[in-house]
């Protein structure tokens, strides 16, 4: 990403203690508008924790978090202006595709015709129109998946975060939401932060993939940067070379 690019979020400073353990350290970050930035690294690294201080899920304990150039630390998590997907979709059985996607407006108080405006245009974004009657359990697991991402995206929001939303599903899917999350990501012009231990989820899908080990970012570049010249050895293996 060129560095001309206006800074959209940031991480400044950010250090994260559940009890005496230090998950995220001290740890600077800038994404650009529009930008693909995928948090890469082992299990327990901190990678979801950063995502959840972003969402407003959890707070740090010190430094700040700016988006758009304003400290948002203070700012609850549903007037943050994201959209959250997690591994586990847990769409409501009992709905129809088009009444999950509904819920989280009903629970905000938009009156029907919006709420059905607003249905009826996250489910075009992601190519569903057709199974809005739809339950659930009729649905394949990348459907399923689309519903949720679609359920993210029905506030139209700045940004979207998703955690290991793929990590559910069998290959051949995973490499179809792949790409069809790329497509969202160009059509949208969505500012996307991408957690995943998957190196070539990664490499493939983002503009930048940031590296984590232990809380720290040990390399942040483009997947072409991290993968040809790693700036660690950390870095190296987890890629899977071992120059
Ligand atoms: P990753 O997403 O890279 O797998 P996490 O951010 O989930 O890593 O976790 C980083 C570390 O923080 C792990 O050691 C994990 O056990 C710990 N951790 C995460 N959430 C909590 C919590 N709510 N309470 C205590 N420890 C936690």
């Given at each position: 990403m060129e560095s001309s690019l206006a800074e959209f979020i940031r991480f400044d400073r950010i250090t994260k203690f559940y009890g005496p353990?230090?998950?995220?350290?001290?740890?600077?970050?800038?994404?650009?508008?529009?930008?693909?930035?995928?948090?890469?690294?082992?299990?327990?690294?901190?990678?979801?924790?950063?995502?959840?201080?972003?969402?407003?899920?959890?707070?740090?304990?010190s430094g700040d978090i700016l988006l758009d150039g304003t400290a948002i630390n203070a700012v609850p998590t549903h007037?943050?202006?994201?959209?959250?997907?997690?591994?586990?979709?847990?769409?409501?059985?009992?709905?129809?595709?088009?009444?999950?996607?509904?819920?989280?407006?009903?629970?905000?108080?938009?009156?029907?015709?919006?709420?059905?405006?607003?249905?009826?245009?996250?489910?075009?974004?992601?190519?569903?129109?057709?199974?809005?009657?739809?339950?659930?359990?009729?649905?394949?697991?990348?459907?399923?998946?689309?519903?949720?991402?679609?359920?993210?995206?029905?506030?139209?929001?700045?940004?979207?975060?998703?955690?290991e939303p793929l990590g559910a599903l069998d290959k051949q899917l995973r490499e179809q939401m792949q790409l069809d999350i790329r497509d969202l990501h160009r059509r949208l012009g969505l500012t996307i932060v991408f957690v995943t231990h998957d190196q070539s989820e990664a490499l493939t899908m983002s503009d930048r993939v940031a590296v984590f080990n232990k809380g720290k970012i040990e390399q942040i570049g483009t997947p072409r940067q991290v993968y040809d010249e790693p700036a660690t050895r950390f870095v190296a293996e987890f890629i899977g070379e071992t120059n």
């Open positions: 353990l230090c998950v995220v350290e001290n740890l600077d970050l800038g994404i650009a508008k529009g930008e693909f930035v995928s948090l890469l690294g082992p299990s327990g690294s901190g990678k979801t924790t950063l995502l959840m201080m972003l969402a407003g899920f959890e707070q740090p304990t007037k943050r202006d994201m959209g959250v997907v997690f591994q586990s979709y847990a769409l409501f059985p009992h709905m129809s595709v088009g009444d999950n996607i509904a819920f989280p407006l009903q629970m905000r108080g938009l009156n029907k015709a919006e709420t059905n405006q607003r249905v009826t245009r996250a489910l075009d974004m992601v190519q569903l129109s057709a199974l809005v009657d739809r339950r659930p359990s009729q649905l394949s697991g990348g459907q399923q998946q689309r519903v949720a991402l679609a359920r993210a995206l029905v506030f139209e929001p700045r940004v979207v975060l998703m955690d």
